[in-house]
């Protein structure tokens, strides 16, 4: 289960990491602008825009995507080194950090009317989130049941079980 969880997230991660770098390539490399003015605006509204409205949402962009691009990162060295390792305090940061960005995305893209291409990003990054998650909580949170008695005698076994679980 963690296994499968954590190549979910981190599959989140690279989808992810991919859009944001590719927009940051457009609009820093390239002199692009925002993928945003595109997709709200029709050419005629952008053209009588002003440079400096359009100039602060290539601002907006680069630093959202450069952001998110980062994010990416430490998501996956996260999941990579310490979700594996089943750490308890790696699962919440992950479900927390994850979760507050994939819920704005969805306030985000209600703001500028839904945007057919980023509200599908949106709903498949969303379920690949809540199914990584969710194993990887399932396995991480789960308690281990001990299938063995290492070095005990069957009175000591006996004993063992006898012992309140709210002490151990």
Not at 68 to 79: A, P, R, T
Not at 85 to 110: C, D
Request: glycine share 6%.
């Amino acid at each position: 289960m963690l296994k499968a969880g954590s190549i979910i997230l981190s599959l989140w991660a690279g989808i992810n990491f991919f859009f944001a770098a590719l927009i940051l390539t457009s609009v820093v490399i390239f002199g692009a602008n925002s993928p945003l003015l595109v997709m709200v605006f029709e050419k005629a509204a952008i053209a009588s825009l002003d440079a400096k409205v359009i100039a602060s949402l290539n601002a907006l962009t680069i630093l959202y995507n450069s952001c998110s691009v980062v994010l990416s990162l430490l998501v996956w060295m996260l999941i990579r080194k310490s979700l594996a390792a089943r750490q308890h305090w790696a699962f919440w940061s992950l479900l927390f950090t994850i979760g507050f960005k994939e819920v704005l995305a969805f306030f985000a893209s209600a703001e500028v009317g839904n945007v057919w291409l980023r509200w599908q990003v949106n709903v498949v990054l969303s379920v690949l989130y809540i199914v990584g998650i969710g194993l990887s909580g399932y396995a991480v949170l789960k308690p281990r049941q001990q299938t063995h008695w290492p070095n005990l005698s069957e009175a000591g076994r006996q004993r063992w079980k006898r012992i309140p679980t709210s002490i151990m």
